[in-house]
């Protein structure tokens, strides 16, 4: 394993170092914008590389959260509202409010998108899947207590639960939990990309990768000591996995060397927040010091 990444001083890479009063925090993205939760706004906020303002901003009371773009709308939970806000990206409008209620009251949780529809866990031990279209509620199925954050891969559904310190997979078709893979400590956020999946293990500040045809753990990578603790995010692009946490602000991890090839620093502790690929670009949250940062996703990032 890499033993002196780089260190990188996140000011230094940013194209976009964005001031954003409230309470910054979970993003997606398309092609062209991200979407990014503003809780105590009470607002969803579309940005770009271009402006640093909002393009708009979406009336969502308490929006929290790891919202996701699919179906051509962005899908974002409203703890205040306990349901689903689907929204059209070019404008904002909201075109459909989901009354599903929501299993994870603390607002650290993720929705998921699969080709069938939205997932989100609306009630401890319950998840459902939203139909994108009728914006209705069509399947429920019953899933391990504490199970909150979902991702997409490979033509399963993947939950991580923070007590059994695990991932479970879900079949979409027959709408059950086919395995329990044992992963790090408190997983909680995870992400899907590079043929794998990629949990962010919290209390020992690990990452597992998971191969999902083979469906157990093929390496975990330890992160630095101060890595470890709550808070954080996870995702995958350009052949890295980027993981944000809060006493570390960026850890760039090699899909394939599994080496952390550099730590992206700022000069006053940001604390946690998030982290989300769009297009060329990777944007970072903060929300404790109300910055939004995008550094290049380009071929040279090393």
């Known amino acids: 394993m890499h033993s002196h990444p780089t260190i990188v001083n996140i000011e230094q890479v940013a194209v976009c170092s964005y001031t954003i009063s409230g309470f910054v925090d979970f993003m997606t993205s398309d092609q062209h914008c991200i979407w990014i939760t503003n809780p105590s706004q009470n607002t969803v906020q579309c940005f770009n590389a271009q402006q640093a303002t909002p393009i708009y901003q979406v009336a969502v009371p308490q929006a929290v959260g790891v919202p996701v773009y699919a179906f051509s709308?962005?899908?974002?939970?409203?703890?205040?509202?306990?349901?689903?806000?689907?929204?059209?990206?070019?404008?904002?409008?909201?075109?459909?409010i989901i009354a599903t209620g929501l299993g994870d009251l603390s607002g650290e949780f993720s929705l998921a998108a699969s080709p069938e529809g939205i997932w989100v866990v609306c009630a401890e031990s319950q998840l459902c899947m939203i139909e994108p279209?009728?914006?209705?509620?069509?399947?429920?199925?019953?899933?391990?207590?504490?199970?909150?954050?979902?991702?997409?891969?490979?033509?399963?559904?993947w939950l991580t639960n923070q007590t059994q310190h695990a991932v479970e997979m879900i079949d979409i078709q027959a709408l059950r939990i086919i395995k329990q893979i044992p992963v790090g400590e408190k997983p909680v956020f995870l992400a899907f990309g590079e043929h794998a999946i990629w949990t962010l293990n919290q209390t020992h500040g690990t990452v597992s990768k998971i191969d999902?045809?083979?469906?157990?753990?093929?390496?975990?990578?330890?992160?630095?000591?101060?890595?470890?603790?709550?808070?954080?995010?996870?995702?995958?692009?350009?052949?890295?996995?980027?993981?944000?946490?809060?006493?570390?602000?960026?850890?760039?991890?090699?899909?394939?060397?599994?080496?952390?090839?550099?730590?992206?620093?700022?000069?006053?502790?940001?604390?946690?927040?998030?982290?989300?690929?769009?297009?060329?670009l990777l944007w970072i949250s903060a929300h404790d010091i109300n910055k939004l940062w995008a550094i290049p996703l380009t071929h040279d990032v090393k």
């Open 73 to 96: 709308a962005i899908w974002v939970a409203s703890l205040a509202q306990q349901a689903i806000y689907k929204i059209a990206p070019e404008t904002g409008e909201i075109l459909a």
């Open 133 to 157: 279209f009728s914006c209705k509620v069509i399947h429920t199925l019953d899933i391990t207590p504490h199970s909150y954050n979902l991702c997409f891969g490979e033509g399963a559904l």
């Open 212 to 280: 999902p045809l083979l469906k157990c753990v093929v390496a975990t990578i330890q992160l630095p000591e101060q890595a470890k603790g709550d808070g954080g995010d996870i995702c995958i692009s350009h052949g890295k996995v980027w993981i944000r946490t809060t006493n570390l602000l960026l850890i760039q991890v090699n899909c394939h060397t599994l080496e952390i090839e550099r730590l992206y620093q700022h000069d006053i502790p940001a604390g946690s927040g998030a982290v989300c690929p769009q297009h060329d």
